[in-house]
């Protein structure tokens, strides 16, 4: 499947990243057209900073183990075939790979599985984004505000649904790779 013709779900899936992506660049704007309603943010100002981390972890972990759990509990249809990069001396001892069957039907299949856990990543990975916001209404220092932002910005990133991360991921739920 190349870039142009990626399935709808795939889009959708691209649409949900894209809006909670430029939530955090609406977060950024904000900083400079809103003014804080203090000039103390109190302990919120250490806090939020050292809880916006914990979630970026955990939004790359969720991220995986839901989607991987959920493919593994489709039982995706496998068959072996041999490797066509593997070398052998001997014929009768030809590497083989596990190969998932339909690879069509079982990308749409196991992009469908692999949602919820996206989107819990997500939305974790906004947290340091909205904490950046709140530290900054709450009338924290406006750099590190602004820092959290671009933190949370650069997580979204990192969590760009690409074809080719979602097909490893369904592939290491799979146990199997989709043929070449």
Not at 57 to 75: I, P, Y
Not at 158 to 165: I, L, Y
Request: proline share 7%; aromatic share 8%.
């Amino acid at each position: 499947m190349r870039a142009n013709d990626a399935p709808p779900s795939m889009a959708t899936l691209r649409i949900l990243w894209f809006g909670i992506f430029m939530s955090t660049g609406i977060y950024m704007g904000l900083t400079f057209f809103l003014s804080p309603t203090s000039d103390n943010a109190g302990i919120l100002g250490t806090v939020l900073p050292v809880a916006a981390i914990f979630p970026i972890g955990v939004s790359f972990l969720l991220r995986e183990q839901l989607g991987t759990r959920a493919v593994k509990a489709l039982e995706l249809p496998v068959v072996e075939e041999s490797d066509p990069n593997a070398e052998s001396m001997f014929r009768d001892q030809v590497p083989t790979r596990e190969v998932i069957g339909s690879p069509d039907e079982s990308f749409q299949e196991g992009l469908k599985a692999i949602y919820s856990g996206r989107i819990v990543g997500f939305a974790l990975a906004d947290i340091p984004a909205v904490f950046g916001i709140v530290l900054f209404i709450s009338g924290g220092d406006a750099l590190i505000s602004r820092a959290m932002i671009l933190l949370g910005t650069g997580v979204m990133a990192a969590h760009f649904p690409s074809e080719a991360s979602v097909r490893s991921q369904i592939e290491r739920g799979a146990g199997a790779v989709f043929p070449d």
